[in-house]
């Protein structure tokens, strides 16, 4: 519902009063350091309405510094986990500059898609955003620039503009006009034409006094083109990773998971802020980090005005300055894109721009995202002296009985410790029962480690998109697992063995630095006995058990008698093996898009919220883990 009004601007501390007659009114006041927050009204203070911007995103009202997802409590007879979310009171944020309401619009579009996020969509149905357009503004502003502003054209329910003795109101939802509604004594109606013809004038007026302002008409163009410009090397030795600016952002979304022990048997998990400028964001429980001090400068800039723009559609970066305010060492986004715009090469001279991964269908899952179903470990079986294989099932046996293999990674919970991404290798035929093989590498691995048979533990997917097995039929089929990496393909072998007549020769090559550290050896001696599947190992170190090559996986490729040009690969290894590997395939004649990888990045939380897989404008968790290789070539050099 559309409606414009007109009221008078001394009416409105008498208007917020109105208000909170049935909500929490929050609305600009002015702190004695000099900054503009927003706080709950009281008339006695006053209401600030000369500011330019609030030192804070009013957007933190939903998406706050830490949130609890569940609570659990168990011993070893009974286990629950509930969902943490709790309803926010019915809130009027007043006050919100276009350049948050433009964030708002965004955040609703990443926190209430597919993955719904029942935190943020509780509290977002509770609260009716009255905004005030911009008159005048300040100096490190830019939102004319982005296109969020000096005024806003959605996103809001009421939306106010300050014109002398006189307020322009116009109203865009039916929230709004409850609002309206609830002191309608304030309003007189106008025409749109009227409000329209107003506030295009003073909207000019603001336009006009803006300072500089960047070209931002070809940002996405120049920043993939200057991916690796001197400017962000330049800029790095400045940053001390305070990370201020991803604190004042109204678009930032990153978050950490915090344990929290209420007692012996009970607890909680917090979702915490974070910021991609951290030195160990990226960092996986290895202390392998793909992302340098320069590479994380620079995917903050490229995040905010390419990555977001590319996979929402909707800016990333909206102009607000409060980044440029905050930063000690002088950082300014505008100039960096002055930068790398002015230094784009011409038309004839560009690198190949990447091009877009194709989304695949997602799999809808259960609303509450972050709560884990428990499940208790039936069995425990050493594969390796460091690698463990656990056998888990639902407590709930329902759960287990409408079971479906649509993902290729669960994320399973150490109550109290924390959680970690673990890849399916089972395949559909799982008698109500789960497997995961386990590596003692990081915290929650080595919390699990000194679990045993009857511990509970708590699963969450599966999560991920798979190996497109079925599109192998009638060709022939290449697997490579590098030590642990054997894991993730055990669910494809299997389901390629299950249905062995459709598809050509097999060949699995399994690679370790010893045979010793190599995972379900069993198995592979099984799957080298079935016709028409050929297993061979690759090892640094010779051995007598089985007889094994000495060398690089490479090696074996040209012994393969396949149809290369018709073939498909999955390759399971670091980065860097991946690409060696896919090289010399690529040189047999096989073609990328025929080349499958599973990309094992640093995930958190699994659904695509917490930032810390995201490499380029791609989340590992979601587009992934499984890409061909043509695709994986499309994604930032930095992974």
Not at 138 to 148: D, E, I, N, Q, V
Not at 173 to 199: C, H, I, N, W, Y
Not at 303 to 312: A, H, P, S
Not at 434 to 441: A, Q, S
Request: charge should be neutral; include cysteine; glycine fraction near 8%.
């Amino acid at each position: 519902m559309s409606a414009y009004y007109t009221m008078n601007p001394a009416d409105l501390p008498a208007l917020l009063t109105a208000w909170q007659s049935g909500s929490r009114a929050l609305c600009p006041c002015k702190e004695q350091d000099g900054t503009t927050r927003l706080e709950s009204f009281v008339p006695a203070k006053g209401l600030c309405l000369d500011y330019t911007n609030l030192a804070m995103p009013p957007v933190d009202v939903l998406n706050g510094y830490q949130d609890v997802l569940f609570r659990w409590e168990g011993n070893e007879r009974t286990y629950v986990a509930e969902p943490g979310a709790e309803a926010m009171a019915p809130t009027v944020i007043f006050g919100m500059r276009p350049c948050d309401v433009s964030a708002l619009e965004y955040l609703d579009d990443f926190y209430l898609g597919e993955y719904r996020d029942i935190n943020y969509s509780m509290r977002r149905e509770a609260v009716t955003i009255v905004g005030m357009n911009c008159r005048t503004p300040g100096k490190s502003c830019f939102c004319a620039a982005t296109g969020t502003g000096p005024f806003a054209r959605s996103g809001f329910d009421l939306m106010l503009t300050l014109d002398g003795d006189l307020c322009w109101v116009e109203c865009a939802t039916d929230k709004g006009e409850s609002l309206v509604g609830q002191a309608m004594v304030f309003f007189r109606p106008v025409t749109e034409a009227a409000l329209r013809a107003r506030l295009g004038e003073l909207e000019k007026d603001c336009r006009d006094s803006f300072q500089k302002l960047p070209d931002l008409s070809q940002i996405r163009t120049a920043l993939l083109q200057g991916f690796d410009h001197p400017v962000w090397e330049e800029i790095t030795p400045t940053c001390i990773r305070c990370t201020g600016c991803t604190a004042v952002c109204p678009t930032c979304t990153c978050f950490q998971f915090t344990e929290e022990r209420l007692d012996a048997q009970s607890g909680r998990r917090v979702r915490v802020k974070d910021s991609c400028q951290t030195a160990g964001f990226t960092r996986n429980a290895g202390w392998h980090n793909p992302r340098s001090k320069a590479a994380a400068v620079r995917h903050r800039i490229m995040d905010k005005l390419v990555y977001i723009q590319d996979r929402f559609g909707k800016k990333g970066c909206v102009g607000c300055g409060r980044c440029i305010d905050v930063c000690p060492a002088g950082i300014d986004i505008r100039k960096i894109a002055d930068t790398v715009v002015k230094d784009c090469p011409p038309e004839g001279q560009r690198k190949p721009m990447p091009v877009s991964i194709p989304e695949r269908a997602s799999t809808r899952i259960d609303p509450q995202l972050f709560t884990p179903y428990p499940a208790r470990i039936v069995a425990i079986h050493d594969e390796t002296p460091d690698i463990r294989r656990y056998v888990v099932r639902y407590m709930d046996e329902r759960l287990a009985e409408t079971f479906r293999l649509t993902g290729q990674f669960f994320m399973v919970t150490v109550f109290g410790v924390g959680e970690v991404a673990l890849s399916i290798p089972f395949g559909d035929q799982h008698d109500g029962q789960f497997e995961f093989c386990v590596k003692k590498v990081g915290k929650v691995t080595s919390a699990l480690a000194k679990l045993g048979v009857g511990d509970v533990i708590g699963l969450r997917g599966p999560y991920g998109k798979g190996f497109p097995y079925r599109s192998f039929a009638g060709r022939d089929v290449l697997v490579v697992g590098s030590g642990v990496g054997l894991a993730p393909v055990r669910t494809i072998i299997v389901r390629l063995l299950q249905e062995r007549e459709r598809y050509g020769r097999i060949a699995i090559i399994a690679s370790a630095t010893r045979y010793e550290g190599l995972v379900y050896k069993q198995d592979l001696k099984d799957w080298s006995k079935i016709p028409g599947v050929t297993v061979q190992y690759a090892l640094a170190k010779p051995t007598d058990a089985v007889q094994a090559h000495v060398g690089y996986i490479n090696d074996l490729l040209p012994e393969l008698d396949f149809d290369w040009a018709n073939a498909r690969a999955i390759l399971c290894a670091s980065p860097r093996r991946i690409k060696l590997v896919a090289r010399d395939l690529l040189g047999l004649g096989m073609n990328g898009k025929d080349i499958f990888t599973s990309l094992e990045t640093h995930m958190r939380c699994g659904v695509g919220k917490c930032g810390h897989c995201k490499v380029g404008a791609h989340y590992m968790c979601l587009d992934g883990p499984v890409f061909t290789y043509e695709e994986m070539l499309q994604l930032p050099e930095e992974f």
